[in-house]
């Protein structure tokens, strides 16, 4: 089975940065399109960031852009999210996930492989 192992969450003080790791393993992350999402208390999930693996193509959420960037490095198997300027409105647990189709579509429901989430915190 598909596996997807999120690392790098903890607690930050508004305007820092985190970076988090996305592991993928028993598949190839590429051609896979890959995505970071978003839940924070009482809300529903959200897209963060989409790469389409084709093109490459890849979107932000508006409240990230600017911040946040999204990479992957196909020759480790791994996908991250760097964070900077960090917002307490960012709080939250962050998924990283992959489909098997290439879309430019960033709705959780078109993910269908899901790490288990790593939370960060922003607050001083």
């Known amino acids: 089975q598909l596996q997807l192992v999120e690392s790098g969450g903890g607690l930050v003080q508004p305007a820092g940065s985190l970076r988090l790791s996305c592991a993928a393993s028993r598949f190839t992350l590429h051609p896979y399109d890959i995505g970071w999402f978003r839940q924070a208390p009482g809300k529903e999930r959200e897209g963060i960031s989409c790469?389409?693996?084709?093109?490459?193509?890849?979107t932000y959420a508006d409240s990230v852009k600017d911040r946040f960037t999204m990479s992957r490095d196909n020759a480790k198997n791994m996908m991250y999210l760097e964070m900077n300027n960090l917002k307490p409105e960012d709080t939250g647990v962050y998924y990283c996930a992959a489909r098997d189709y290439n879309a430019y579509d960033c709705s959780p429901s078109t993910f269908h492989h899901w790490g288990q989430g790593t939370q960060v915190t922003v607050s001083s």
């Open positions: 790469m389409e693996s084709i093109t490459g193509t890849t």
